[in-house]
């Protein structure tokens, strides 16, 4: 079946709706055995002997292949303008390797397509248990190798990574994209009391703020995006997986977002221990001493926060205009994150305190006002 015939026939759907090893439909059968038939580094590996979907995302949609001796894993995206499974290769192909030539902090790179649609990277599967199906105790226990190989990824080679300057792009992208539709736009206008212009302006004085004040102490590779549902664990080893959002940025930016992500922000002794182990694991800061290192994360916390900001707000309303209101999932990750960041944004935009609380809180009216009155007793 031609490549472009399975692409057109193939239906997008909602992103973040998470299937755990579903079976395939036979449009994807077809285009998984047409890529495992045309692709000889994956049909080395012998007869797909079964096929399951992991996941789906508005971006890519993931399967499993299992093969007589080994099990792998692809990731297959339908969609023009973007490249996520490009950045995804160029990430993984940056980080170490052992003699074995398997990657030491993530999956490997098998194969890949990046010209004509389909795009897929084919990787090895990484078996073990993700942090979210743990709770934060087991995170905390196993910090210090969290935090190694966390270090191992941002001493990789930033080569061809993004930089904060294509991030900035991408947010103006997003408002372009906004724009663009009256429908979006009018709806944003109705429900959160935002225009395109507002947003636009939004994300123009945080980027002008961000200029004049972002310092780079070490460049590292950034993940910037690890979640507790990315991070892998098995036999006393951590792997951390889907690298499309890596960037090349200031090591306190990268450990800010990770400390965001994994919610280490909320008490100040988790964070404070995160900084501590995270600073016995690593050379990259050995021109800090530990007290130094800690004061430098919170000089620069303002910065790094609007940084993130304007990376929430962008992926938010993108993922409003591309999937509506049905995955919450995605709609909670991204108020947990406004919580943290939300006092430097109020101070920089405090006329908007009611649409940013409209944009985020929408679908939690009933929580949100539980954790509002939680909050009016702690300050009482």
């Known amino acids: 079946m031609d490549f472009k015939e399975i692409a057109y026939n193939s239906p997008l759907i909602s992103a973040g709706v998470k299937k755990d090893f579903v079976a395939v439909d036979s449009i994807e059968s077809g285009l998984l055995q047409t890529i495992h038939t045309e692709d000889p580094l994956i049909s080395g590996f012998g007869e797909i002997l079964n096929m399951k979907q992991v ?48 990657s030491l902090v993530s999956p490997t790179v098998i194969s890949s397509n990046t010209g004509e649609l389909p795009h897929y990277l084919c990787t090895t599967f990484e078996n073990g248990y993700s942090f979210e199906d743990f709770d934060s105790d087991d995170l905390n226990y196993n910090l210090g190798t969290f935090c190694n190989t966390l270090d191992t990824i941002h001493e990789s080679s930033v080569d061809n990574l993004p930089t904060l300057s294509d991030m900035h792009d991408i947010h103006a992208s997003v408002v372009g994209f906004i724009e ?20 636009e ?23 910037f995006d690890i979640k507790k549902s990315s991070i892998l664990y098995r036999d006393d080893m951590i ?11 200031d090591l306190f930016t990268s450990l800010q977002k990770t400390a965001y992500n994994l919610n280490f922000n909320y008490a100040k002794n988790y964070l404070i221990n995160f900084l501590k182990k995270y600073f016995k694991s690593s050379d990259i800061v050995s021109s800090f001493n530990e007290k130094t290192f800690i004061a430098k994360y919170f000089e620069k ?20 205009a591309t999937e ?22 109020l101070e920089m935009h405090p006329e908007h305190t009611e649409s940013f609380q409209q944009m ?21």
Request: aromatic letters at 16%.
């Open 301 to 320: 916390e303002k910065v790094n926060a609007l940084i993130i900001a304007n990376d929430l707000i962008s992926r938010h309303l993108f993922l409003i």
């Open 180 to 199: 663009e539709d009256i429908d979006i736009e009018s709806n944003m206008v109705t429900y959160f009391g935002f225009s395109a212009f507002d947003i």
């Open 324 to 345: 509506g209101l049905s995955d919450l999932e995605k709609f909670y990750q991204n108020y947990e994150i406004y919580k943290q960041v939300k006092p430097f944004l």
């Open 55 to 102: 996941h789906q995302s508005f971006f890519y949609d993931t399967f499993a292949l299992d093969f007589e001796n080994s099990r792998k894993m692809i990731k297959i995206s339908y969609i023009t303008g973007t490249d996520s499974i490009g950045m995804e290769k160029i990430a993984i192909s940056n980080l170490p390797t052992g003699v074995s030539g398997l």
């Open 360 to 380: 985020f809180m929408y679908m939690f009216p009933n929580y949100v006002e539980k954790e509002r009155q939680y909050e009016e007793i702690e300050e009482a």
């Open 239 to 249: 792997k951390i997986i889907n690298f499309e959002n890596s960037y090349c940025l």
């Open 201 to 223: 302006n939004i994300l123009k004085k945080n980027k002008e703020f961000i200029d004049q004040n972002y310092t780079v102490s070490t460049n590292v590779f950034s993940h």
